[in-house]
């Protein structure tokens, strides 16, 4: 089903997606009107809170209003990736990942890294993206770099992303401009193929 619809309706659903995540990032930073949706006296929204009590070691813990983009990001954004990866599968998601999209930007300006190259016999010269090759370091050690990324990501969530929402979202600035330096270091799907957990 996927697979048929054009490129063009894919890129508006990559740009979509993408101006969505930047946003939940942006708010990460600074959010002023999603807190309104968990006083305790707001008529509809379902992420209210209770007028309850909870008694953690006999006291009553004070609930206040909260910023919603971390509980988005968490309780939404990741399971519903996951769950896109595995109902529609890899090629769907590569096709709509902001990822994989923000690392085609060094393409789509035209500033990939090239090699010259000059044919020896005609000294004609051409120019050639660079490519990871399968016999370098990383084409023959991508899967150890990718549980790597995976661990680290999942280590930093426990110990400091859930804690604080500016490293949050730093931790993903950082992954996004990751992303990009790759996609201007080598051709094609790097990113996706030799550095994506």
């Known amino acids: 089903m996927f697979s048929q619809l054009s490129e063009r309706r894919m890129h508006i659903v990559r740009w979509i997606l993408t101006i969505a995540w930047l946003t939940i990032i942006a708010s990460l930073f600074y959010d002023p009107w999603t807190p309104a949706l968990t006083v305790q006296n707001h008529p509809w929204s379902p992420l209210r809170l209770t007028d309850s009590c909870i008694s953690v070691q006999g006291k009553c813990l004070v609930e206040q209003p909260y910023p919603l983009a971390t509980t988005l990001f968490w309780g939404a954004i990741v399971p519903g990736a996951i769950f896109i990866l595995l109902v529609l599968g890899h090629e769907v998601w590569r096709r709509i990942c902001p990822l994989s999209f923000l690392s085609q930007i060094p393409r789509a300006l035209g500033r990939q890294r090239q090699f010259k190259r000059e044919n020896a016999t005609t000294g004609k010269v051409r120019y050639e993206l660079a490519k990871v090759k399968s016999e370098s370091w990383l084409g023959k ?17 426990i110990l400091f992303f859930n804690a604080d929402r500016t490293i949050l979202a730093l931790w993903l600035l950082f992954t996004i401009g990751s992303a990009i330096t790759v996609g201007y270091l080598y051709g094609g799907k790097s990113w996706c193929n030799y550095f994506c957990p």
């Open 141 to 157: 050690n991508y899967p150890y770099l990718q549980f790597g990324w995976l661990f680290i990501g999942l280590c930093g969530r």
